[in-house]
Each structure stands twice: as C-alpha cells, then as structure tokens.
C-alpha cells in the first residue's frame, strides 16, 4: 500500500519553528519528487515547497528565506524546516509524491492531477 504519513504540526507563536516530516512506505521512495502543499481555512490548497528525486528544490514566494527542505532517502523521508512563521501560515499540511516531469526538478505549483500519493495532512496553527 503506497503511503505517506506526515507528522510534526501543531500550535506555534508567531516568529516560531516547527519541523514537518512526511515518510513514505509501500513504493521506491527514491524515484519521486516529493511535495508539500497547505490549505488554509476557506482557501485552496497551495503548493508550498518540493523536493525533486535529485537534489532539485523549489518554494513558494511566501515561503523563501523562511522554510527549508531536506531528504532523507536512507529513512524514506522528507523534512520541511519552517522557521519565523506567520499567522498566515496556519492551514493543514499536506506532502504529496509525483514522478511528474524531470527527476532533476521540481516545480511547487505542480498540477494536482500528477500526485500519485498523498499524505493525511498536519495541522500547524501559528497565534498568539
């Protein structure tokens, strides 16, 4: 069964970190690009940041300078370092795997038609 679980959200303040990991089972983890989108309350789901099967990242406007992103094959994971987090960061996080395109790279507005898996989703809620 082909699965990705992500873990780590939860409640910051603003100006705080928060780490997302999404691990991923039941296929070859290293042949996909690995995607992390969001949707806030009343929004549509928005692609944050991704990972290609290669060493290809890419991030949304709103999330350069402040989040990182980071694989680790050995343990089938990726990792989403979200540092000086904003209230308007608050939604659920989803990772997402596709072979869509170039191994190279990634692309963070991926068509969602090309997710091949999808995680269950973390909430992170950034108040005060």
């Known amino acids: 069964q082909l699965q990705l679980v992500e873990s780590g959200g939860g409640w910051v303040q603003p100006g705080g970190s928060l780490r997302l990991s999404c691990v991923g089972s039941?296929?070859?983890?290293?042949?996909?690009?690995i995607h992390w989108f969001r949707q806030a309350p009343g929004k549509e789901r928005e692609g944050v940041s991704c990972h290609s099967a290669s060493v290809g990242t890419d991030y949304a406007n709103s999330a350069k300078g402040r989040f990182f992103i980071s694989r680790d094959n050995a343990k089938n994971t990726v990792y989403l370092q979200m540092n000086s987090l904003e209230p308007q960061d608050t939604a659920v996080y989803y990772c997402?795997?596709?072979?869509?395109?170039?191994?190279?790279?990634?692309?963070?507005?991926?068509?969602?038609?090309?997710?091949?898996?999808w995680g269950q989703g973390t909430p992170v809620s950034v108040s005060l």
């Open positions: 997402a795997a596709s072979r869509y395109g170039s191994s190279w790279y990634c692309l963070t507005d991926l068509d969602e038609a090309h997710v091949e898996v």
């Open positions: 039941g296929f070859t983890f290293d042949d996909y690009k």
